[in-house]
């Protein structure tokens, strides 16, 4: 499967934005998925994580409250709705297939099939 996200810009202290993980070949439904970002200087960290059925759904702390993850399977994207941004949320924004099963999936070693992320940029 490749995966490709799109959605991300330049948006205010407060903004919104909705991002996009499309995916083509394999079988999206049968996948779960997870939103991944990596900041200048910092290593990839997670975001959120979301399981092949969409009624599963865990988020960072750093993040709950503000973003919500989903998918439309019948249209192979899964989203990450993205409120309430604060300039710290500036980060390269990637998704992934969770490629190991054991574990919490919350670390980038769990995953794989890592699409081109898309920038967000938070203005102060």
């Known amino acids: 499967v490749q995966l490709q996200a799109s959605g991300g810009g330049l948006v205010q202290n407060g903004g919104s934005l909705r991002l996009s993980c499309a995916a083509s070949?394999?079988?999206?439904?049968?996948?779960?998925m997870g939103w991944f970002r990596q900041a200048p200087g910092l290593e990839r960290e997670f975001v959120a994580r979301?399981?092949?059925?969409?009624?599963?759904?865990n988020y960072a702390d750093s993040v709950k409250g503000r973003f919500t993850i989903s998918r439309d399977n019948s249209q192979n994207t899964m989203y990450l709705q993205m409120n309430s941004l604060k300039p710290e949320d500036t980060a390269v924004y990637s998704c992934?297939?969770?490629?190991?099963?054991?574990?919490?999936?919350?670390?980038?070693?769990?995953?794989?099939?890592w699409g081109q992320g898309t920038q967000v940029t938070v203005s102060s």
């Open positions: 992934a297939v969770r490629t190991r099963s054991r574990g919490l999936g919350e670390t980038r070693d769990e995953y794989g099939n």
């Open positions: 070949g394999g079988t999206f439904s049968t996948y779960d």
């Open positions: 979301i399981n092949s059925g969409g009624t599963r759904r």
